[in-house]
């Protein structure tokens, strides 16, 4: 199972980015996926989830700001992210579970600046 998450980058504050993350070894259509962040010095926590029937949840700091989707036929996730604030400021993980076992993406470094 491989997670490939890019589209990170510096951003200004109230600006977007739009995350990605391909995902192979997986039957992707079946496959409940997420995003984390980790901000420096602080935990993991999840962002965004979008279940296989398409069912989706957000944190409360991200709601009317990001967007998760997922595109069955790429087997890619995405995270649109608009209005960034400079608590935005992580890594930013996508992650699945199979058969039993999580599975990370790399990261991607998420900067805004004020």
């Known amino acids: 199972v491989q997670l490939q998450a890019s589209g990170g980058g510096l951003v200004q504050t109230g600006g977007s980015l739009r995350l990605s993350c391909k995902a192979s070894?997986?039957?992707?259509?079946?496959?409940?996926m997420h995003w984390y962040r980790q901000a420096p010095g602080k935990e993991r926590e999840l962002v965004a989830s979008?279940?296989?029937?398409?069912?989706?949840d957000y944190v409360n700091s991200v709601t009317g700001r990001f967007t998760i989707s997922r595109d069955n036929v790429r087997r890619t996730l995405y995270l649109q992210m608009n209005s960034l604030k400079p608590e935005d400021t992580a890594v930013y993980y996508c992650?699945?579970?199979?058969?039993?076992?999580?599975?990370w993406g790399q990261g991607t470094l998420v900067t805004v600046s004020s």
């Open positions: 979008v279940t296989r029937d398409g069912s989706i």
């Open positions: 992650a699945t579970r199979w058969y039993d076992r999580n599975f």
């Open positions: 070894g997986i039957n992707f259509r079946l496959a409940s």
